[in-house]
């Protein structure tokens, strides 16, 4: 019963079957990818992040109170 089935269906009917099975599979493999891109990136992004706010609190570390003091001084309103 489904080998008649299968068999009533001409040739070119497969192949384009086949091509669209293909360009859907193509196509959700790049937008997998293209998402795995994106979160690396961000993942990327936050790493400098947290990377420039360390060096940020270890110069404010390694400095005196008067200069910490200094620094801030310019950032208050008068």
Known sequence: ??????NAIPAPVWAALAGMLGIAAAWLTGRRSGSVAARNK????????????????DEV???SGDDVSKRLHKWNRK
């Open 61 to 63: 570390d390694s400095i």
């Open 42 to 57: 961000a993942v990327q992004k936050q790493l400098d992040e947290m990377q420039k706010a360390k060096d940020a609190r």
């Open 1 to 6: 019963m489904i080998a008649l089935l299968i």
